[in-house]
C-alpha cells in the first residue's frame, strides 16, 4: 500500500469526476460496498438515531437478525422493539420467531 496522498481535486481537474459532489458520491459508494464495517456503523447510527427496527438495521448492514443484535448490545446501545408502527414490531416479531427456530 502506498503512502502517497492523493489531492481528490486531481480527479476533477484530469476529468474522471466532473465535480466534487460526484467524487464524493463515488467515495462513498465505493466504501459502502468494500467496507462492511462501514455499513455497520451507518446501520448503528440509524437505529440510534432513526425509527427503524433491528431488522432494518440488520438489513442496512447486511448482517443477520442476531448479529445486528449483538452488534448493537455490544456497542451499549439499548435494543427496542419496533419503532412503534405495527408492521416494525411483526417484522422483529418474526425475525425473533425465526431466529428461535419456531
Not at 448493537?72 to 422483529?92: I, P
Amino acid at each position: 500500500m502506498s503512502d502517497y496522498q492523493v489531492d481528490p481535486q486531481l480527479f476533477i481537474a484530469a476529468g474522471v469526476f466532473p465535480d466534487r459532489e460526484t467524487l464524493l458520491q463515488a467515495g462513498a459508494r465505493s466504501l459502502w460496498e468494500t467496507r462492511p464495517e462501514m455499513r455497520l456503523a451507518i446501520a448503528v447510527y440509524r437505529y440510534q438515531h432513526e425509527p427503524i427496527s433491528v431488522e432494518k438495521a440488520a438489513h442496512i448492514a447486511g448482517i443477520s437478525f442476531d448479529q445486528m443484535k449483538d452488534a448493537l448490545a455490544g456497542r451499549g446501545v439499548t435494543l427496542r422493539l419496533g419503532n412503534g408502527s405495527v408492521k416494525d414490531v411483526l417484522e422483529d416479531l418474526r425475525s425473533l420467531e425465526s431466529a428461535a427456530g419456531e
